[in-house]
């Protein structure tokens, strides 16, 4: 690189060849590169503006930045994420081949079939200020088939975890996570659930009518001593490497937590599958539907509750069809915010 000018380079494919039209992103602690399908960049905010195309031959040059972080290219063929450093030492970037990710999704004893699932990753990175900032975020989706099978193609080197997600309304639910190391150009393989037991319930609200029980949620998170504390804040640490280390050790209590979900049936009944042995806090919340219907709410601005539980549930070790039933759960008036009418 010349003093004075940003990146430039020449990418390789993963056999060796020129990278002809390879994606090049300049990273900065400002904003790092979102990848929202297979080898397909984000547009947009989540994705940085310092971008190029490679030539035929493979060539890129990019622009400078003001406090770059890194490249990731992005191709058809493979992917790779580089430092300044080693691109200046060498010149030249070799791709990685893209992996592969199958698996079956299980719900209890049954393939989950025509069910969502998900794959996703974020990688994060530290300024030389202590800034944390989003590298690199991707998310793939797939519908499972008859058998409960799916499969991600193109999916980039790394850790991900894997998941089953129910949408109902404004509201969405994760389950059945687990995790996967993707190497380059090879086939990872998992199975999501069938493991755990069932816990089955029943939300009441005496005196209320014209309740739609199949928008609310019932949540499960777990309760493990071991709950991440407030995030920590850069001047409470008198470094740089301590701040870091600390905001690792939350980020990593974070991924390790595993929450369940699900909606309500008409009645009020409810069913969470293949829930792991462990002590959970268990949520209900009945909203106010009228307040959805003149303008949707988002997470950061939810619709007011009128009656909610929460309650701890202990699941005992082993695996059993058997649900565990808590019964009926009679939820309790939020006075503050009305009555269910």
Known sequence: ?????????????????????ATVLLCTSLAGVTLDGPARVQTGLSTTTYRTQTDGPGKFSLAPAVDPQGLIIVHDQGYAEVSLAQLAASGTVRL?????????????????????????????RYSDAGRHFGFLTWRLEATTDAEGKFSFDKVPPGQCKIFREQKVSHSLFVSHETR??????EVAEVVLGGAGRPLAGTAVLPGAAGIDWRS??????????????????REDFSSVQAYIAADERFSQAIQAQR????????????????????????RIEVRDSKADSAAPHDI???????????????????????????????????QSNGSAK
């Open 1 to 21: 690189m010349r003093k004075g000018a940003g990146p430039s380079g020449l990418v390789l494919l993963p056999s060796g060849e020129p990278a002809a039209d």
């Open 96 to 124: 990685q081949a893209w992996g592969r990710l199958e698996g079956k999704l299980m719900v209890e004893s049954r393939p989950g079939a025509n069910e969502q699932v998900a794959a996703c990753n974020q990688v994060m």
């Open 180 to 185: 996967a190391s993707i190497e380059p150009g």
């Open 216 to 233: 609310v949620p019932v949540r499960l998170n777990p309760k493990t001593g071991g709950e991440p504390v407030p995030r920590p804040r």
């Open 259 to 282: 929450h369940f979900g699900a909606f309500c049936d008409g009645d009020g009944s409810f069913r969470l599958s293949d829930v792991p042995a462990g002590t959970y806090e268990l």
């Open 300 to 334: 950061s601005d939810p619709s007011p509750v009128l009656a909610s539980l929460v309650r701890e549930v202990v699941v005992p070790e082993g695996q059993s069809a058997e649900a565990l039933d808590l019964g009926t759960l009679e939820l309790a008036r939020q």
